[in-house]
C-alpha cells in the first residue's frame, strides 16, 4: 500500500510546488533536430494522427486543392527548452504576424486610386497662386452624361420632335437651346434649371433677393459676369460660391481661384433671378452711360416687346426705323400703343429688336431706357431709346461691322 504511486495532480506538502512549464503553439513543420517528436500518447494527439492519415488519404483521391492551414500541437515543451530556439522564435513570430488582423480596405475603387494616387505625387507646398482646398470638398464637375434634350425628354416637359426642333431653331439664331425654350415659353426657367441640375450633377441655389452686398458686387467685373452669366452670392473667406445658369468653363473657374485665393463652388440658379440681379448691379455701377458714338442712320427694323429672357409678352411685331445706331444700342421710332410708357418702364420692358443692314440682320435683347412721345404727325409715334443687353458674337460682329461702314461714309 505504502509502495503505490502519488497521482500527478495531488498536492505535495514537502516540496514546494513548481510552476508547469509554458506552452508552446507552433505550426505542424519541420522541428528542429534538437527537440525531440512529442509522444503521442494523448488520445487528442492520437485524434489528430489518424485525421492526418484520413486527410492525406481523401487528398490523394480528391481533387487537388488548398490544404486548410489549420494544423497546430499544442504541446508541453520540455523543463530544459524554456526558451524556444531561433528557429523557433521566427517561426512564433511569423504566426503572430499572420494572426494580426489585415487593415480594413476601402470598398470604394476610386478612393483607393485616389489614395494611391496621393502617396505616389510629389508634395509640393501650396502657394498663393494655387488655394488649397479643404478636405472632403471637390467642387462638382459637370458630368453631361446625357444632353439636355433627352433630360427633358424623360422628365416628360418635351417630345422628342420638339427637342429636334428646339436644336434647330436655336442653331439658327445663334443661341443657346436652353434659352430659345425660354423664350417661346416651352419650358420656365425652374424646368430648365432642374434639367441641367439633373444633367451635370451640379447644385441648385435659389436667389431670392434681387441685389447682393457691395462686397459681393466687388468681386467680378461686370462684363465678365453678363458674359458667362452668373453671379457671387456667398463667400465664407475659404470658399466663394457663385450661382451660375449654366455650368461655366473649368478654365474660367481656375483662374478666378488664382486671383481671387479661394476655392469657388458652382451652383445652378435660374436664369430670370440671375437676370434680375445683372441688371440691379447695371443700375447701381452706372453702366448705363454712353460708351459707344452713335451714329445717324435710318433702317427698317422690326421690334417685339418681351421681358428679360426674351419671352414675350403678347403676338404683335411692330414695324419701324432706326434714328441712330452704335454697338451699345439704337434710337428707334415705332408706333405709339395704348399702354403708359411710365408704366411699362416702372415693371421693366424689353424688346427683341432686328435690324435689317447692308451687312445682315442684327438679332439683338434690349432694354429699352426712354420712351417720348412724338404728336407732330397724324399718327402718334414713339421714340425708344434701347440699350443692347444680350447680342450673340455673329450679330455683334455684323454691328460692328455696320458701325465702321457708317463712320467711313459720315461726312
Given at each position: 500500500?505504502?509502495d ?9 506538502v ?6 508547469p ?7 505542424e513543420?519541420?522541428?528542429p533536430?534538437?527537440l525531440?517528436?512529442?509522444v503521442?500518447t494523448d ?6 494522427s489518424?485525421?492526418r492519415r484520413?486527410e492525406?488519404?481523401a487528398?490523394?483521391?480528391a ?5 486548410e492551414?489549420d494544423?497546430?500541437i ?7 527548452a524554456?526558451?524556444p530556439?531561433?528557429p523557433?522564435?521566427?517561426m512564433d513570430?511569423?504566426i503572430?504576424r499572420f ?5 480594413e480596405k476601402?470598398?470604394?475603387?476610386h478612393?483607393?486610386?485616389c489614395a494611391?494616387?496621393?502617396i ?21 464637375v ?10 427633358l ?9 420638339q427637342?429636334q ?5 436655336s442653331?439658327a ?8 425654350l425660354?423664350?417661346w415659353?416651352l ?18 441655389t435659389m ?8 462686397a ?8 465678365l459676369?453678363?458674359?458667362h ?6 463667400d465664407s473667406?475659404?470658399i466663394l460660391?457663385?450661382?451660375a445658369?449654366?455650368?461655366?468653363d473649368p478654365t474660367l473657374?481656375?483662374e478666378q481661384?488664382r486671383?481671387h ?7 445652378l440658379?435660374?436664369e430670370?433671378q440671375?437676370?434680375?440681379?445683372l441688371d440691379w ?5 452706372k ?8 451714329y445717324?442712320?435710318?433702317?427698317a ?10 419671352v ?5 411685331i411692330?414695324t419701324g426705323?432706326?434714328i441712330n ?9 415705332g408706333p405709339?400703343t395704348?399702354a403708359?410708357p ?5 415693371k ?20 429699352i431706357?426712354?420712351?417720348r412721345?412724338?404728336?407732330d ?5 414713339w421714340?425708344l431709346?434701347v ?5 450673340n458674337?455673329d450679330?455683334?460682329?455684323r454691328l ?5 461702314k457708317t463712320?467711313?461714309?459720315?461726312p
Amino acid at each position: 500500500m505504502n509502495d503505490a504511486p502519488v497521482p500527478s495532480n495531488a498536492s505535495n506538502v514537502d516540496h514546494p510546488t513548481q510552476p508547469p512549464p509554458p506552452l508552446d503553439a507552433t505550426v505542424e513543420m519541420e522541428r528542429p533536430k534538437d527537440l525531440p517528436s512529442p509522444v503521442l500518447t494523448d488520445p487528442i494527439s492520437l485524434n489528430r494522427s489518424s485525421s492526418r492519415r484520413f486527410e492525406a488519404d481523401a487528398f490523394s483521391r480528391a481533387p487537388q486543392s488548398a490544404p486548410e492551414f489549420d494544423a497546430t500541437i499544442e504541446m508541453e515543451r520540455p523543463g530544459e527548452a524554456n526558451q524556444p530556439s531561433a528557429p523557433v522564435a521566427q517561426m512564433d513570430a511569423a504566426i503572430e504576424r499572420f494572426r494580426a488582423p489585415a487593415p480594413e480596405k476601402s470598398t470604394l475603387p476610386h478612393a483607393n486610386m485616389c489614395a494611391t494616387e496621393a502617396i505616389h505625387r510629389p508634395q509640393t507646398p501650396p502657394t498663393r497662386s494655387e488655394p488649397r482646398r479643404e478636405s472632403g470638398r471637390q467642387n462638382a464637375v459637370p458630368t453631361f452624361a446625357k444632353k439636355l434634350g433627352e433630360v427633358l425628354v424623360q422628365m416628360g416637359k418635351l417630345s422628342p420632335e420638339q427637342v429636334q426642333e428646339a436644336v434647330e431653331m436655336s442653331s439658327a439664331a445663334g443661341e443657346r437651346v436652353g434659352r430659345w425654350l425660354i423664350r417661346w415659353e416651352l419650358v420656365t426657367p425652374d424646368t430648365l434649371c432642374r434639367a441641367l441640375c439633373t444633367q451635370t450633377g451640379l447644385p441648385m441655389t435659389m436667389l431670392d433677393s434681387d441685389s447682393m452686398p457691395d462686397a459681393l458686387s466687388k468681386r467680378f467685373p461686370l462684363p465678365l459676369m453678363m458674359h458667362h452669366h452668373f453671379v457671387p452670392f456667398e463667400d465664407s473667406g475659404a470658399i466663394l460660391c457663385l450661382a451660375a445658369s449654366n455650368p461655366l468653363d473649368p478654365t474660367l473657374i481656375r483662374e478666378q481661384e488664382r486671383i481671387h485665393n479661394r476655392v469657388i463652388e458652382v451652383f445652378l440658379a435660374r436664369e430670370d433671378q440671375i437676370a434680375r440681379q445683372l441688371d440691379w448691379m447695371r443700375i447701381k455701377l452706372k453702366t448705363r452711360s454712353r460708351h459707344f458714338l452713335r451714329y445717324p442712320l435710318k433702317l427698317a427694323v422690326s421690334y417685339q416687346y418681351c421681358n428679360r429672357l426674351g419671352v414675350r409678352l403678347d403676338n404683335t411685331i411692330h414695324t419701324g426705323s432706326s434714328i441712330n445706331v452704335s454697338e451699345g444700342g439704337y434710337l428707334l421710332e415705332g408706333p405709339a400703343t395704348c399702354a403708359d410708357p411710365s408704366e411699362m418702364l416702372r415693371k421693366g420692358l424689353f424688346a427683341n429688336v432686328s435690324i435689317k443692314s447692308m451687312t445682315g440682320e442684327v438679332a439683338a435683347l434690349c432694354d429699352i431706357r426712354e420712351i417720348r412721345l412724338i404728336e407732330d404727325n397724324l399718327l402718334p409715334r414713339w421714340l425708344l431709346g434701347v440699350e443692347i443687353v444680350e447680342i450673340n458674337p455673329d450679330a455683334k460682329s455684323r454691328l460692328k461691322s455696320l458701325c465702321r461702314k457708317t463712320r467711313v461714309m459720315t461726312p
